[in-house]
Structure formats: C-alpha cells, structure tokens
C-alpha cells in the first residue's frame, strides 16, 4: 500500500472512530462503542480505565470484562503518578504497570491516555514493543471527543440518580400526607360531636358570650377540616392522574357545575363549546371544579357572574374561568398558586385550592395564569395539549 493510500485509511479509520463516541449516554455502553473498535482496528489485546475518586483508584472499564474491579488507594498507586503527568504516552509493560492491570500482560506495550477527571485510558498490545508517537498523535483527539462523552455520561447518571431519589422523596411525601390528613380527621370529627353534645346538654346554662366561642371553635374545625380535604386532594393529584381517556369537556363542564352548589346570585354561563382531549376525568373535573368555586368564593356583588370557554392555540387548546368579582392585585399573581395562601385572610379558605390548579395543569405539560383588576373580577386562563 503506497503512502497515499496509507494516509486515506487512517482518515477513515479516524472518522471511524470519532462516530462511534456518544452514541448513548450509558457509560458502558458509551465505551463499548468506541474502545472495542479500536482494539478491532489496532489489533489490540485488551483496555482499562481508572478513575480516582475520593482518595481510591478504580477499575470502571475493562475488556476483557472483570466483574470483581480492583480497588486501591491513590496514595500507595502509580496510577496517581502516570495522571499528574498530563500528557498521552506509550510505555513497555514494567513491573509498575503489570501490579496496576487488572489481568496478566504477557510482554508487549501500552498507550496511557489522560483522561483528565475521569481517569486513565490503557490501550494493551502484546505484539508491540511501542506505540508510535504518531498512532498517539492520532488517537489523540479522538480519546479528547471520547473524554468529553464519558463527563457527559457521568453527568446523565448522577441526574438519573437525583430524579430516582427526589420521585421517591415525593412519593413518600405525598403518602405521609395522605395518611397524616386521614389520621387527623377522626380527631376533628371527635371533637365536633363532643362540641355539639355539649351545647344541648348545657343549652340554657350558656349566655351569649358562651354561645359566640362555641360558634367561632366550630368554625376553626370547619375550616381545619377544608384544610385537610385540601391537603387529600394535592397529594393525590398524581396518584388519579393516570389512566387517560377521551375527554369531552362540555360534557364534563356540565357535569362539574351540577355538581357544584352554586348560591342564587350566581350565574354560569359557557360561551363557547368545549374540546375532546385525552385526559383524566377525576383530574380535569376538579381543574375546572377549583376554579369555579374560587370565583364563587371571593364573589362581592349582588349578582355574580361567571363565564368559562375555550380557543384553540398554537400548545393545544386555552381554557379561561372569568369572574365579575373582588379582583386580585399584580403582585399577589404568583403568590396565589402557592400552596396555604388566602390573600384576603380567609378564615374558610384552605389556601389549598388554586395550588391544586397549577398542579393539574402541569401535570399535563400546560400553564396556568391570570388577569385581573381590583374590583373589576378575574380571569384564570391555562392550557392543555390536545394529547
């Protein structure tokens, strides 16, 4: 083979070797494509990386697989040593080197390549007795592109990590909800009975005064009862939202508002037709539920009313719930999507309600907002996919 065609094979095998890196993030995976390619290519025997981490040296990778990796401290290992040089290098097989292999070398050479934070990269060869500078040239930037994945795969791994462990932080925060609120509603229901037997036991022994703390206790376990109700419904959101299904909304619409019970000052009306999505029926129902009964509640004229609709947008399809009510300050905007919030010091008001809301809404990958005026009324708008 002339110079030449020397030349095009070994840019070939380079681009070769340069599309095998980052086709997964899978550390393992991520090596394999790479390093058993170019032992194939460069006919090698077998590879290794160390890695140090934490004052240990260790094996992450080797071909042939060992399954039991050799661990050492970093102290007493030259793998520490051959790193702090910083550059790629060939080296014959010296008795420093067999004691860091994690199998027998029989003669031959390696090449060393710095792998920066993630370690040392050893390339085996029994038929060598060097690697030429020009091959570690070569290889050079391939094992930089290589180097770079691997960081990329380590960065993937401790995400996945940190995803696992905050779904299960969530999930164990949401059962203790669920079962801390069922637990304290036997107590309240407790005391509300005693209440009511003490007030017709002692009925003409307690004056005016008496009867206004019975009243204002009653009304604290009412709302500590709402409390808890809206603590079940947050922590169960994820819990109902599964199991989609095709969803007609004016149906659904319809449904919720006879559901509601709706004071004779209030008027509903639905001024556009409602879409079909796929959705959760127990979910969708209470989105449109919380805000319907959100603008019942903080209705301040004789005669309210609301309206609901919807359009279709470029996300899906906006929904809107608008009132002729108090109305809401600007600065008050994100904090009412917060979870134990009432603007207006609210003594049945849960605060729970429109964190409810938000919570549905990006459970299907939509957004919630709002426009209002004081005194004027509000209007809730958000989003939902078609899908």
Known sequence: MDQFSKNVMDVLQLYEFSMAIGRSFDYKENCNSLLRLIMARKDLNSCWIYTQREGECKITYSIPEKHQLEVMNS???????????????????????QKIAPFQLNGGAVAVFNLK????????????DAFLQMEINQLSPIIEKFRVSLEASDVFRKREILLH???KQNKELSDYAHVVSHDLKSPIRNIETLLTWVRQDYENLIDEKGIETFSLISDNLERMDSLIDGILKYSTIDK?????QTVDLSDLLAKTISSIKVPAHVSIEVETELPTIQGNLFTLHQLFQNLIENSIKYSDKPFCQIRV??????????FYVKDNGMGIEAKYFDKIFQVFQSLDGNQKSSGI?????????????????LESEKGLGTTFFFTLPVN
């Open 240 to 244: 109902e939202n599964t199991g989609n």
């Open 75 to 97: 102290d007493k290992c030259i793998v520490k040593e051959l790193h702090d040089r910083g550059d790629n290098f060939s080296s014959p097989i010296t008795d420093d080197i």
């Open 165 to 167: 462990n905050l779904e």
């Open 117 to 128: 934070d993630e370690g040392l990269l050893f390339l085996y060869g029994s038929k060598r």
């Open 353 to 369: 309600g429109l964190s409810v809301v938000k919570k549905i809404v990006d459970s299907y990958g939509g957004k919630v907002w």
């Open 309 to 318: 609709g919807a359009r279709k947008v470029e996300e899906g399809n906006e």
